[in-house]
Nanobody, 133 residues
Framework: QLRFVESGGGLIQPGGSLRLSCAASGFTLDGYGLGWFRQAPGKLREGVACISSGGFNTYYADSVKGRFTASRHNAENTVYLQMTSLKPDDAGVYYC??????????????????????????WGKGTPVNVSS
């Protein structure tokens, strides 16, 4: 069975850090672009980070640039999202997803780059992050 298992979410105070993990089971991450998405209550799902299959290309939403870092360890078959300087607006359920093109689909609107979920073929079930004092 092909699946992702996310972990690392929880309750954290503003300004704190968390590292999310997403372990693949039943398949190898080689060749897949790997994205992280989040969805807050009452809001649309948004793409926050992506790392390409070779690890050379990354994408970050403007709202997380400089604070979040995506990384992958193919030998461990795991992708990570290091989150620092967390804000209450970062709260939500975080999902990892795989794009079999090797990259993530990036679209542009009004000069702003967005990560689209159109190319994602496999999703994790999500891990919740709550940022509150």
């Amino acid at each position: 069975q092909l699946r992702f298992v996310e972990s690392g979410g929880g309750l954290i105070q503003p300004g704190g850090s968390l590292r999310l993990s997403c372990a693949a089971s039943g398949f190898t991450l080689d060749g897949y672009g790997l994205g992280w998405f989040r969805q807050a209550p009452g809001k649309l799902r948004e793409g926050v980070a992506c790392i390409s299959s070779g690890g050379f290309n990354t994408y970050y939403a403007d709202s997380v640039k400089g604070r979040f870092t995506a990384s992958r360890h193919n030998a461990e078959n795991t992708v990570y999202l290091q989150m620092t300087s967390l804000k209450p607006d970062d709260a939500g359920v975080y999902y990892c997803a795989a794009d079999n093109s090797g990259n993530c689909l990036i679209t542009y609107s009004g000069g702003v780059a967005y990560m689209d979920d159109y190319g994602m073929v496999l999703w994790g079930k999500g891990t919740p992050v709550n940022v509150s004092s």
